[in-house]
């Protein structure tokens, strides 16, 4: 099973560019797509990125998300505040038992 | 407009065992190659994957719950359900039910139920 890693925390002040990394544990990372879910306080995850770069309806172009070799990331551009929240990725990873997922620990974002 | 309703008991005693329903409004559970899934997040932690229950009737668990864990879907009440056995204070969490997609992730989620277990 894929071991998924994002960092604890980031930060920016308004307007400004971030980027959240996730680094998928794989030897074959073209097997797999990894999907980004946005966590306001108090709610349920909403699906912010999907199959890596993929926005879906209703999600502002200021979030964008790339693959870059065993990795993929979130920017975050024209930084708002309330786009304070947790990110988490998730990975889907096929493998013996099936098609699993595997969360990465969530990324606290705090605009300054 | 797909909606996901969890229920079940907010409260569990330790070792017992732990069940809850989501019911699916605004599509049909069964049309559609969709993985109906249950993913909790322990208080004040990540999200965790338990496991899902493709529209098939296939079900596919993380590892560490797997022997622990029933799914079951059921076409006529629009719904799917878990259960959990022997649990124990490690499954406090707010259990979601989200529906998934390979390609499109999980696009619609249940607004979550707290699960204390506590005896």
């Known amino acids: 099973q894929s071991v998924v890693t994002q960092p604890p925390s980031v930060s920016g002040t308004p307007g400004q560019r971030v980027t959240i990394s996730c680094s998928v544990s794989?030897?074959?990372?073209?097997?797999?797509?990894v999907n980004w879910y946005q966590q306001l306080p108090g709610t349920a995850p909403k699906l912010l990125m999907y199959?890596?770069?993929q926005r879906p309806s209703g999600v502002p172009d200021r979030f964008s998300g790339s693959k870059s070799g065993s990795s993929a990331s979130l920017a975050i551009s024209g930084l708002q505040s309330e786009d304070e929240a947790d990110y988490f990725c998730?990975?889907?990873?096929?493998?013996?038992?099936?098609?699993?997922?595997?969360f990465g620990g969530g990324t606290k974002l705090t605009v300054l | 407009q797909v909606q996901l309703q969890e229920s079940g008991p907010g409260l569990v005693k330790p070792s017992q065992t732990l069940s809850l329903n989501c019911t699916v409004s605004?599509?049909?559970?069964?049309?559609?190659?969709?993985?109906w899934t249950w993913i909790r997040q322990h208080p004040g932690k990540g999200l965790e994957w338990i496991g899902y229950?493709?529209?098939?009737?296939?079900?596919y668990s993380n590892p560490s719950l797997k022997s622990r864990l029933t799914m079951s879907l059921d076409t006529s009440g629009n719904d799917f359900s878990l259960r959990l056995t022997s649990v124990s204070v490690a499954d406090t969490a707010v259990y979601y039910c989200?529906?998934?997609?390979?390609?499109?992730?999980?696009?619609?989620w249940g607004q979550g139920i707290l699960v204390t277990v506590s005896s």
């Open positions: 989200a529906r998934g997609s390979y390609h499109k992730g999980f696009d619609y």
């Open positions: 998730a990975a889907w990873d096929d493998s013996l038992n099936g098609r699993l997922v595997v």
């Open positions: 605004g599509g049909s559970i069964s049309s559609g190659a969709y993985y």
């Open positions: 229950i493709y529209y098939s009737g296939n079900t």
């Open positions: 794989a030897s074959n990372i073209g097997s797999k797509t």
């Open positions: 199959n890596y770069s």
